[in-house]
């Protein structure tokens, strides 16, 4: 039988302010299209596509994706988990459905680009050749949500954590402070987005990929977000729509 548990403020890693949008008028072919399956039973996604010359399952530049990695959890105890409207439940399974792949991508950003469909609940860095590596990710919860255009302005590997003022006050029981560390909630990378808080990080609780589940940061699994980490530099674009 499948566990389930009520998500709570546990889940948020990041700042506890959302930042206004930037309103997106068409959305490019992004490999999604959850919507419509539910409702047609037809998947309109692009199918994965791997390089010509490739072996099956080879990203770009002949780098095979890495294997899951056994993931902890967190050291300290978090508070009892409070449900908030809209939260639901998550099963603590992945869904396969978030694995990363290779996909056929259309829309106008360069190659090199980070998309963030938060709506999707994908990340996808624009490859040329009209194709994109995809990743699952969660995303901010209801009234933490946010769009517009950043950049990575840093990176760094294990960050340390040090929750802000509007998150320890929400959840006072939090560390003041966590070293970076398989046991951390900000997990194996970060890409730091703007002079915001936001940031994209790994996670130590992959069943929460495909869920609305932080105060605005973009988590992903641990394995990906290195893939990911490896691929960009600071100062790459940053579109979260």
Partial sequence: MKTTIILGAFAAACLATATPGVAQTQ?????????????????????????????????????????????????????????????GQIERTFDPRYARQIVEFEGTYAPGTILIDTEEKFLFLVQPGGR???????VGRPGFLWTGNKAVTRKAEWPDWTPPAEMLKRR???????????????????????????????????????????????????????DLYNRVRVGTRVVVI
């Fill in 132 to 138: 994109a590596i995809r990743y699952g990710i969660g």
């Fill in 172 to 226: 006072p029981d939090l560390p003041r402070f966590m070293e970076g560390g398989p046991e951390n909630p900000m997990g194996a990378r970060a890409l730091y987005l703007g002079s915001s808080l936001y940031r994209i990080h790994g996670t130590n609780e992959p069943h929460t990929i495909g869920h609305n589940v932080s105060s605005g940061c973009i988590r992903m699994l641990n394995e990906d977000v290195v």
């Fill in 27 to 87: 959305r490019p072919n992004l490999g999604g299209g959850f919507i419509e399956l539910l409702l047609t039973g037809r998947d309109p996604g692009p199918r994965a596509v791997a390089p010509r010359g490739a072996a099956p399952g080879m990203l770009p530049s002949g780098v095979a994706p890495t294997e899951p990695t056994t993931v902890r959890t967190a050291a300290y105890q978090p508070q009892a988990a409070q449900p908030y409207a809209g939260s």
